[in-house]
C-alpha cells in the first residue's frame, strides 16, 4: 500500500512537471484569417506553415506572418527614355501572395519581401521598357500590358506573387 502511494504521488508529480514545462516552454499564438505564418523549430529542425487560428508554438521560435490579403503599392520611379528624357512614372501596383508558395517565399527572399523583390521588380521593368522607346512614342497603356505579361511570364516571380492590377501614369520629369 505504501510503496502504491509513492507511485502515484511521483506519477502525479511527473505529469504535473510535463505539463508545466510544456506551457512554460510553449506560447499560444493567433493566425487569423487571410494570414499564414511561419517559424523554424531548432529543436525538431523544421520548417513549420500555420495556417489560420489558435497554434501552439516553442517561445524559443520566432513567428513570422504573411498577410494575404490585397496588397497596394504606389511608387514613383524616375526613368530615362531612349532619346534620354527623363520621365516621371507613377504606379500603382496591387498584388497578393500565393499562399502554397509561402515556405519558398519566406526561404528565398524573407519577410521583407516588398523591398527585395516586387519593388525592384517593378522599378527594373519600368526602366528597361521605357529605355527602349523615344518620349513620344511612349503609351502608357502598352507598357501596363508589357509590365504585366512580363510578371505573368516570369515563373519564378508569378509562383510566388499573383499580379492583380498594374497601373501607371508616364510624364515628363520636372525638377
Known amino acids: 500500500m505504501n510503496k502504491q502511494r509513492i507511485f502515484s504521488v511521483i506519477s502525479i508529480f511527473l505529469m504535473v512537471s510535463f505539463f508545466s514545462c510544456k506551457l512554460i ?17 531548432d529543436s525538431a529542425g523544421k520548417m513549420t506553415v500555420l495556417n489560420s487560428g489558435k ?11 504573411y ?22 512614372c507613377k504606379v500603382n501596383y496591387r498584388y497578393n501572395l500565393n499562399s502554397k508558395a509561402i515556405r519558398k517565399l519566406h526561404v528565398e527572399v524573407g519577410p521583407n519581401f516588398n523591398e527585395r523583390l516586387v519593388l525592384p521588380k517593378i522599378r527594373s521593368v ?28 516570369d515563373v519564378e516571380y508569378s509562383e510566388l506573387i499573383k499580379t492583380i492590377s498594374f497601373k501607371l501614369k508616364i510624364k515628363l520629369y520636372k525638377n
Open 67 to 88: 498577410s494575404l490579403e490585397d496588397v497596394y503599392v504606389k511608387e514613383n520611379i524616375q526613368a530615362l527614355t531612349k532619346d534620354k528624357k527623363q520621365i516621371a
Open 126 to 153: 519600368i526602366r528597361k521598357l521605357c529605355s527602349a522607346h523615344d518620349f513620344v512614342d511612349i503609351e502608357a497603356s502598352e507598357i501596363e500590358k508589357a509590365i504585366t505579361s512580363m510578371f505573368k511570364n
Open 25 to 41: 516552454s510553449e506560447e499560444e499564438i493567433l493566425v487569423k484569417p487571410f494570414e499564414i505564418g511561419i517559424y523554424f523549430d
Open 55 to 65: 497554434h501552439n508554438i516553442p517561445r524559443s521560435a520566432s513567428l513570422f506572418i
